[in-house]
């Protein structure tokens, strides 16, 4: 599957074997999530693009990384790759 | 104002025991967790005992997300500070900002994590290394999560010098406390059960390579071989006497007096440092040898360290005039946590008014030790003297008072 079919579940799925399950938020708010509300820190981000980078053999605009605080953010990121 | 430096809180995860409660009573009973290694094949190993810890169910005690990013070690420290703080019954939210800190002690640090991203980074290269282990592995780790899981903003350290380092993280606790602070957490973690930990061990020469659980680990006996490797937590919460809804009635007891030497090169293998941490401790505690009602010895297993040991023990206290005691001949040598465990097993011995017996360990009957041996021995206590050794020269001596001493 090439990244740019990457959806925001299948973030949320590597985020959670990378890096635990994330804390509960109020789930009407989706994929507008702060990662940081879902405890995400930046290493867990990391941690999460490097798997990403790896299954889907392409490379990820790290200078893109600190301005993405939301789960689209990251997805976004993530399909322009 | 009194500048006692009590303990309110006490956690304890061993391989006799994952509570503090349990622990205490399996060590009275006798009970030892030393058996051949289960956590990796150790048949290829010239040593192959060692107190694990079995059944600690980590997701029971912490939440998932730190799973990924910690050690095993961690996960002990942080199950046994949990313990501490909810044993100690203080509400950490009803402190200043910055009045409560951390300080551990740490001996190996995260080896399995570490073995594990290293066999990580060789084998399919470095984006495959977690980038966890950036600090999972390190000394520091376990005094940085527990102080962002329990939100504690004070001073936070650790000290590292093997089995004293323990001992040196409770004093450095007790002078945060003294100089202002409302509570500290401090103790220490360790597992190095992993092939890489274990050959790291191995490397001392100490490591004893008995075959039998209950012939490996026989401290001041004329059978000694060196000690059983074990691992465990153990974590204390140190308090102001005089501290906010500090009731000092119910505290376990008092963090009396404290000294660390260092062993200059010798080639009589005696220890006159030892000695002089014990003499200073006491010092500090402002008690003679002759107040001292019972010690909890370092216990290395090696022949000339105990020789040492207990002529330094002798000097201080005469020949047979002290009760002595090694209970960790029950759960191996835990490193960083192994004295701050004997602090705990002290201050419950006090409660409870009995000393809790040295296993396997059947040394001459005219040893100038008076070691007490296979069952517990019910005695009226009111301090008592901790002594704890590191590889490479480390000392330390600490002594515990109870409330009414």
Known sequence: MPAQQVTVDDLRQVLAEVAGAPNPVDASIGADAALEDLGYDSIAVLAAVAKIERDYGVKVDEEGLPTAKRLSDLVQLIKSA | MSDKVVVTGIGLLTANGLNTEDVWSATLSGRSGLATISRFDADQYPARIAGEVSGFVPEQHIPGRLIPQTDHMTRMALAAAEGAVRDAKVDLTNLPEFGAGVVTAATAGGFEFGQRELENLWSKG???????????????????????????????????????????????????????????????????????????????????????????????????????????????????????????????????????????????????????????????????????????????AVRGL???????????????????????????????AGPVLDLALALLAIRDGVIPPTVNSTPDPDHVLDLVLGEPRAQQLSTALVLARGYGGFNSAMVVKSMEG
């Open chain 2, 126 to 300: 470095p984006e495959h290394v977690s980038p966890y282990q950036s600090f999972a592995w390190f000394y520091a780790v376990n005094t940085g999560q527990i102080s962002i899981r329990h939100g504690l903003k004070g001073p936070a350290g650790v000290l590292v010098g093997d089995q004293a380092g323990g001992l040196d993280a409770v004093a450095q606790a007790r002078r945060q406390v003294r100089k202002g602070l409302e509570l500290m957490i401090t103790g220490g973690a360790d597992s190095a059960l992993c092939p890489w930990g274990w050959v790291a061990q191995l490397a001392s020469n100490r490591i004893s390579r008995a075959a039998e659980p209950d012939r490996a680990y026989l401290p001041f006996d004329g059978r000694a071989c060196g000690y059983v490797p074990g691992e465990g937590a153990a974590m204390l919460v140190l308090r102001p006497a005089a501290g906010r809804d500090v009731v000092p009635a119910e505290a376990y007891g008092e963090i009396a007096g404290h000294a660390a030497t260092f062993d200059r090169r010798s080639a009589a293998g005696t220890s006159p440092a030892l000695r002089k941490a014990i003499e200073i401790a006491l010092a500090d505690a402002s008690l003679t040898p002759g107040e001292i009602d019972v010690v909890f010895a370092d216990g290395h």
């Open chain 2, 306 to 336: 105990d020789d040492a040991e207990a002529a330094a023990v002798a000097d201080v206290f005469g020949a047979r005039r002290v009760p002595v005691t090694v209970p960790k001949t029950m759960v191996g040598r835990l490193y960083s």
